[in-house]
């Protein structure tokens, strides 16, 4: 079990910065891989990034590719999403998810995640 809490939402302007952070307590940190995935009104959830167990392998999706990075601390039990030029389609819901067991072919599908946290809200303005 892990329970995972996100911070660091707000209100920004477009063409801002933003970090996100999750804090991971329970099980081992260093057994999940974390991915963050984010919803919009109306929309349904997607993938936005993924960070394997040692930190040292990424993957994200063409929409914020270049713009967003997800690191981790595993001293810290934390994942963040450092949010760079943020557009007003950025904004949404944006959730943390960890899982033990998926692969990392598989990590870009919600499905594959066990653990969620209850999101925090980005809203981007014009």
């Known amino acids: 079990q892990v329970q995972l809490v996100e911070s660091g939402g707000g209100l920004v302007q477009a063409g801002g910065s933003l970090r996100l952070s999750c804090a991971a307590s329970?099980?081992?940190?260093?057994?999940?891989?974390m991915g963050w995935f984010r919803q919009a009104p109306g929309k349904e959830r997607e993938f936005v990034a993924a960070i394997s167990k040692s930190g040292d392998s990424t993957y994200y999706a063409d929409s914020v590719k270049g713009r967003f990075t997800i690191s981790r601390d595993n001293a810290k039990n934390t994942v963040y999403l450092q949010m760079n030029s943020l557009k007003p389609e950025d904004t949404a819901v944006y959730f943390c998810?960890?899982?033990?067991?998926?692969?990392?072919?598989?990590?870009?599908?919600?499905?594959?995640?066990?653990?969620w946290g209850q999101g925090t809200q980005v809203t981007v303005s014009s």
């Open positions: 998810a960890a899982d033990v067991w998926v692969s990392w072919y598989d990590a870009s599908l919600q499905s594959k995640y066990d653990y």
């Open positions: 329970g099980r081992t940190f260093t057994s999940y891989v």
